[in-house]
């Protein structure tokens, strides 16, 4: 349940954060290119994906530490038979 909850809570965001202010965004110069990414709504952005990636891989490397172990817990219990 909280899987899908958590997919469609992101998948409800992803379209709002193109819209979160209006303009074009080529033609920048470097200078322009840096003022523009260190705008608010970019850099709350930037943290919210570095947050989510985070916690993607904390919980894929918990997921494996599982799977790892309840393979070595059955290869254990066939070694036995």
């Known amino acids: 349940m909280s899987r899908r909850l958590t997919l469609s ?20 110069y470097v200078l322009d290119l840096a ?9 709350a952005f930037a ?10 891989y904390r919980h894929g490397r918990r997921a494996e530490a599982r799977a790892s172990a309840k393979s070595a817990a059955e290869r254990h219990d066939g070694s036995r038979r």
């Open 9 to 28: 809570a992101l998948l409800l965001g992803m379209p709002h954060a193109a819209l979160a202010h209006p303009g074009t965004h080529d033609r920048m």
């Open 35 to 43: 003022r523009h990414i260190a705008e608010p709504d970019h850099l």
């Open 47 to 56: 943290a919210v994906t570095l947050v989510v990636a985070v916690l993607a």
